[in-house]
């Protein structure tokens, strides 16, 4: 095991680049799959849960090659239609694999996909989906069997406009027999870049980014050269990091309307927020007044930054109130923010924060990616030494997390134990 020593206290000046969006790049290696020819995808990052989607892609048959930071895949080879059970149990995003390997082999077998224990996330809406367009599922100790001779376009209403059911629909449909529509969509921004991923390839996808997706199948799709959307919760996390700790960030290769909600809630509790281009400044040089922070689907505040939102909330004047309506046990980190020092109160869904002059160094571990991150944005905030532990969370989704902290002035190194 790994983890972070942090001498805090120190306010945060200078420049962070911002990788890929994890949240894109996993449903864009899925869809590699879904062609046989080679597909190329630059600047991936080389984050675990992108690492566990490559292997997974392996077992399939696939060959892929990191160079730098470009992953070729060429999927011309791939022959095997069953998702291996370790890998799927580290890796939510490994169900995204059942509509691209429905598509290309009429069947798929994958063990109930595991990752973050933020609470229930059932996959039922993925395969109610699935079933709309004709494949026969089977489900049996842990494990999910799918098979049909061609998936059929059908009229999909969503009961929750979930991201992962939406893209899971999308990768099953486009190679399918007519036109799909999804209702109730998913509107994140990942969507709209699966959407640009499987046009590029000679896919028909419109919609994405409202509330109604149509897919018109095709019989064939190609080979491509790729750049992913940047991730808005990596750049939403250095903003928060800055905010804590005071000082003056550039928080690079950013999109801000993808941000939008969460650069509202900066401005609103005193921040100075400039935007130029693809960079957004950020300024704050005192404690911050907070406000009400609720989670809901985008383009409401991202529930991946609700844990970092909450770590700042915990040294505002005041009082602020959190609630996270997406995963019912997403507070986790919120026992350890009091280790150090926060005043916090959970009653359900809702977090009752009272901010506190300072946080103190203290010894605590992350139980899960978002919830890692708020930990160590706090040890870099907090006065004295802090150790954060299980870094292997938060490797999930960002690379050189402690390299770019320590590039603008925190006080952070990796030991391993």
């Not at 991202?302 to 019912?328: H, I, K, W, Y």
């Amino acid at each position: 095991m790994e983890k972070y020593i942090v001498k805090g206290g120190k306010p945060l000046y200078g420049e962070v680049e911002i990788q890929s969006a994890k949240n894109a790049v996993l449903p864009l290696l899925a869809a590699s799959i879904l062609t046989d020819e080679k597909v190329v995808i630059h600047k991936c990052p080389r984050i675990v849960d992108v690492l566990n989607m490559v292997q997974i892609l392996g077992e399939l048959g696939c060959r892929t090659n990191f160079e730098g930071d470009d992953l070729s895949i060429d999927p011309s080879d791939a022959a095997n239609h069953e998702i291996p059970s370790a890998l799927a149990k580290e890796l939510r995003s490994s169900v995204f694999m059942l509509g691209s390997v429905i598509a290309r082999f009429g069947r798929a077998r994958i063990a109930y996909p595991g990752g973050c224990d933020i609470g229930l996330r059932p996959i039922d809406l993925h395969l109610s989906g699935l079933r709309r367009l004709g494949v026969k599922i089977e489900e049996e100790g842990g494990y999910i069997d799918c098979t049909v001779d061609e998936t059929v376009g059908a009229d999909i209403v969503l009961d929750f406009p979930s991201v992962g059911a939406t893209e899971n629909i999308i990768l099953a449909a486009v190679k399918g027999k007519g036109r799909t529509i999804i209702r109730n969509s998913a509107k994140e921004p990942e969507i709209v870049d699966l959407q640009n991923f499987l046009n590029r390839m000679g896919g028909k996808v419109t919609g994405a980014g409202t509330s109604t997706v149509i897919v018109d199948g095709v019989k064939k799709l190609y080979g491509l050269e790729y750049t992913p959307i940047s991730d808005r919760i990596e750049a939403g996390t250095f903003l928060i990091a800055s905010a804590m700790c005071g000082g003056e960030l550039a928080v690079k290769n950013a999109i801000p309307e993808n941000i939008a909600a969460l650069l509202h809630k900066l401005r609103e509790i005193s921040c100075k927020i400039a935007i130029e281009n693809d960079k957004i400044y950020i300024k704050s040089g005192k404690r911050l007044s907070p406000k009400l922070i609720e989670t809901s689907p985008f383009p409401g505040f991202p529930t991946d930054l609700q844990a970092p939102m909450s770590a700042l909330a915990c040294v505002c004047e005041g009082s602020t109130v959190v609630v996270e309506n997406l995963f019912e046990t997403r507070f986790k980190h919120l026992a350890e923010l009091m280790r150090m020092g926060a005043d916090v109160t959970v009653r359900g869904r809702s977090a009752f924060i009272r901010g506190v002059p300072e946080l103190r160094g203290a010894d605590v571990f992350a139980s899960d990616l978002r919830g890692g991150a708020a930990l160590t944005l706090a040890a870099v905030a907090a006065e004295g030494e802090s150790t954060v532990s299980d870094l292997s969370h938060i490797d999930r989704g960002y690379t050189e997390f402690e390299d770019k902290l320590r590039k603008v002035g925190a006080n952070i190194r990796r030991i391993r134990v």
